[in-house]
T-cell receptor, first 115, second 117 residues
Framework: AQRVTQPEKLLSVFKGAPVELKCNYS??????LFWYVQYSRQRLQLLLR??SRESIKGFTADLNKGETSFHLKKPFAQEEDSAMYYC?????????????????FGQGTILTVHP | DTGVSQDPRHKITKRGQNVTFRCDPI?????LYWYRQTLGQGPEFLTY????????KSRLLSDRFSAERPKGSFSTLEIQRTEQGDSAMYLC???????????????FGPGTRLLVL
């Protein structure tokens, strides 16, 4: 079974402060991890995925298989980062498998960045 | 607009009534997903299609729920005999699956918010 846990429902920081949104997962296979973001009155959109190893809008996330974590970090938060953030997991494609692609989401963390 | 669209955006119905939602994916996306999101929770997977084939259904999808994607383009999700517990946001997402090796990004629609009275 796949499970994603985001322990913080709410996170508040001040502009310019570092921010870390926690994500832990449980999955017996080889996972792909994602962070999705939903800004106010906008639709859910992909922020970044671990396999790309990119920094998007200053955010990075490292997959730690030993701790089964995929925490999202940004060294200097901006007011425009205020949004709902979801960590999500999917099974990695493998030969002969069709049950991949579906996402298992965490409960989400509302990030508020104060001026 | 070439994004995923959903119709209607809002639906209020009485318990026991049937409702149908529509999702139009991004053109040429062969995968289409349905998710349900209740208040305070992340989206939960319901079902998905690759072209017109429904490849997986969640245990969340009771017999009252049925989804179709008859021509491999748009999809409909029908809920029969609605219950108050069906009140939620129903999200659709689409992606291109080119085969093994890489999961393509899922693009989400704005959702259909259902309220069952």
């Amino acid at each position: 079974a796949q499970r994603v846990t985001q322990p913080e429902k709410l996170l508040s920081v001040f502009k310019g402060a570092p921010v870390e949104l926690k994500c832990n997962y449980s999955y017996s296979g080889s996972p792909e991890l994602f962070w999705y973001v939903q800004y106010s009155r906008q639709r859910l959109q992909l922020l970044l995925r671990h396999i790309s190893r990119e920094s998007i809008k200053g955010f990075t996330a490292d997959l730690n298989k030993g701790e089964t974590s995929f925490h999202l970090k940004k060294p200097f938060a901006q007011e425009e980062d205020s949004a709902m953030y979801y960590c999500a997991l999917s099974a990695r494609p493998h030969a002969g498998g069709t049950s991949y692609g579906k996402l298992t989401f965490g409960q989400g963390t509302i990030l508020t960045v104060h001026p | 607009d070439t994004g995923v669209s959903q119709d209607p955006r809002h639906k209020i119905t009485k318990r026991g009534q049937n409702v149908t939602f529509r999702c139009d994916p991004i053109s040429e996306h062969n995968r289409l997903y349905w998710y349900r999101q209740t208040l305070g929770q992340g989206p939960e997977f319901l079902t998905y299609f690759q072209n017109e084939a429904q490849l997986e259904k969640s245990r969340l999808l009771s017999d009252r729920f049925s989804a179709e994607r008859p021509k491999g383009s748009f999809s409909t999700l029908e809920i029969q005999r609605t219950e108050q517990g069906d009140s939620a946001m129903y999200l659709c997402a689409s992606s291109i699956n080119r085969g093994f090796g890489l999961l393509e990004t899922q693009y989400f629609g704005p959702g259909t918010r259902l309220l069952v009275l």
